[in-house]
């Protein structure tokens, strides 16, 4: 069974660009979870969707924004990129409150 | 404000000894926690989760226990091995939104 893939692996853009980043779950799981993990740093919770709509954000601003596709595939969009916004991105899949299985992850760096 | 505290510093022990590592949060009383491995830049890994009715839970070498009274998980790892050195996250739901959330993490290391 394929696990959570992540596209593209790398991203490099320019300060004021805009990245868009993908995530496709494990089959059959319906909540996509999105964290961003600075160097050296924890996981930062962004945004949860499930079902096709978004349950939770975290303490981001509205730059950061996405979807969850009918087949629960799901994109994060971050706007006007700031240099710290250079990170790991993390997409994790899971059914509710159950184990969350992660991608492999976006190094997204901004220059 | 509720919050997820693991210890930042790392735990560096012997080969063949145990490794205790804690997980305490504030302000919310979750109905499972949860515990994963990262090693450097790569995704967290499930371990174990275990639920506010479960005092105990283990998997092969490793054991959780969740005590809800003291707001405290504790994971441990017997019978360590190098290959058991990573960063240890616990995560656990703070609200009733559902949203998944993690500690800092700690990083173990194991000594030949």
């Known amino acids: 069974e394929a696990g959570v893939t992540q596209s593209p692996t790398h991203l490099i853009k320019t300060r004021g660009q805009q990245a868009t980043l993908r995530c496709s779950p494990i089959?059959?799981?319906?909540?996509v979870y999105w964290y961003q993990q600075a160097l050296g740093l924890g996981l930062q919770f962004l945004l949860w969707?499930?079902?096709?709509?978004?349950?939770n954000r975290g303490n981001f601003p509205p730059r950061f924004s996405g979807r969850q596709f009918p087949n629960y595939s799901s994109e994060l969009n971050v706007n006007a990129l700031e240099l710290e916004d250079s990170a790991l991105y993390l997409c994790?899949?899971?059914?509710?409150?159950?184990?969350?299985?992660f991608g492999q992850g976006t190094r997204l760096t901004v220059v | 404000s509720q919050k997820i505290e693991q210890n930042s510093e790392a735990l560096n022990i012997q080969e063949g000894k145990t490794a205790t590592l804690t997980c305490n949060y504030t302000?919310?009383?979750?109905?499972?926690l949860q515990w994963y491995r990262q090693d450097p830049g790569r995704g967290p890994v499930f371990l174990l989760l275990i639920r506010e009715n479960e005092k105990e839970k283990r998997k092969e070498r490793l054991k959780v226990t969740f005590d809800t009274t003291l707001k405290q998980s504790l994971f441990h790892i017997t019978a360590s091995q190098p290959a058991d050195s990573a960063t240890y996250l616990c995560?656990?739901?703070?609200?009733?939104?559902?949203?998944?959330?993690f500690g800092s993490g700690t990083r173990l290391l194991v000594r030949p």
């Open positions: 969707y499930d079902e096709g709509e978004e349950r």
């Open positions: 994790a899949s899971s059914l509710v409150r159950r184990a969350a299985f």
């Open positions: 302000n919310y009383s979750p109905a499972y």
């Open positions: 995560a656990l739901e703070m609200d009733s939104s559902y949203k998944l959330i």
């Open positions: 089959s059959g799981h319906t909540s």
